[in-house]
């Protein structure tokens, strides 16, 4: 008897520890840090080529993925929430590569050519291919 | 003869008048927000909304579902692939009409009360909605705001265990 009831307080324990970590884990779960992953490297005119030329097959390629994007910036403005966004332009001159940055990045100005890597979340038609999560390269 | 041809003329010059003054205002950088409910964690924020509005009174906006940006990453991660399939559906469209678009004076600062109706899709299921918010005019740029209630069953989305509806929070400026 006293046997059974010390594994059944040991079973106890180990279940509340898993449940405890699970909760921790889902809590405390990091953010995609773009910086540790690898990138594919396009220009922002192949990108946008991409998508314009087969949305289905382009979000398969691109959508969620870490890209290096290069590109001269033709904008720079702030989002609603006050981060950093760059437009690139296309040969479309309606769409534009819109690039939001996860922290404000130093030195950048209006015809810099950057190498932008984020995270591609996809497609607006005649508005714009979006990036987010964004950090500058070089 | 003159005469008609003269007033043809006025009439022309009219009509280009007149499609010059519908003038569209645009935001690739809009603000869309959804609250569960049931529990103010679940929560995220989309700060890459596109937009239109014209004087006229037409309105679209569309967003990718994979730029709602949540606290908790794993709530992210659920809300993509289990519950919006954003692999499979990652954009959401909605078009319609300001149907007092006459009460509203673009070029007069001041908050206007607006009504709009359209068609929304999300998640593959396209639903007629109609809702209630504000346009406020300042100078050359305009604030849409709105604040509405989905049923997530409504577009087949099936997350009763997290939530049944969300408060959806729109707010946007254009330029």
């Known amino acids: 008897m006293k046997k059974t009831l010390k594994y059944f307080l040991i079973a106890l324990l180990v279940v509340a520890i898993v449940a ?81 940055f996860k922290e404000a990045p130093q030195n950048i100005k209006v015809g810099d050519s950057i190498h932008f890597k984020g995270i591609c979340t996809g497609y607006i038609p005649d508005m714009n291919v979006v990036m987010n999560n964004g950090i500058l390269v070089k | 003869m003159a005469t008609k041809f ?94 007092n678009i006459q009460n509203i004076n673009f070029s007069k600062n001041g908050v206007y009360p607006a009504t709009v109706q359209g068609n929304l899709t999300l998640h593959g299921v396209t639903k007629p909605i109609t809702v209630n918010g504000t346009i406020e005019v300042q100078g050359t740029k305009i604030i849409a705001k709105a604040k509405f209630t989905l049923q997530l069953s409504d577009f087949n989305i099936h997350a009763d265990r997290v939530a049944k509806k969300v408060a959806i929070q729109f707010n946007c400026t254009y330029q």
């Open chain 2, 6 to 99: 003269m007033l043809f003329f006025l009439c022309f010059a009219l009509s280009i008048v007149t499609v010059k003054a519908q003038k569209a205002y645009v935001t690739r950088n809009g603000q869309i927000s959804f609250v569960a409910t049931n529990d103010d964690d679940v929560s995220a924020v989309n700060n890459e909304v596109a937009s239109r509005i014209t004087t006229n009174g037409d309105i679209t906006f569309s967003l990718l579902i994979k730029s709602f940006f949540f606290q908790y990453a794993e709530m992210q991660d659920h809300f993509n692939s289990d519950y919006l399939q954003s692999n499979t559906y990652p954009r959401s469209d909605f078009k319609g009409k300001i149907t």
């Open chain 1, 20 to 100: 405890t970590g699970f909760v921790i884990y889902v809590y405390n779960k990091p953010h995609r840090n773009v910086a540790n992953e690898k990138a594919v490297t396009l220009t922002a005119e192949q990108l946008y080529q991409a998508f314009k030329d087969n949305e289905q097959h382009a979000n398969q390629l691109y959508l969620d993925k870490a890209i290096e994007l290069t590109g001269r910036i033709a904008q720079i403005t702030t989002n609603q929430q006050g981060q950093t966004v760059i437009d690139f332009n296309t040969a479309d001159s309606l769409v534009t590569i819109n690039c939001t």
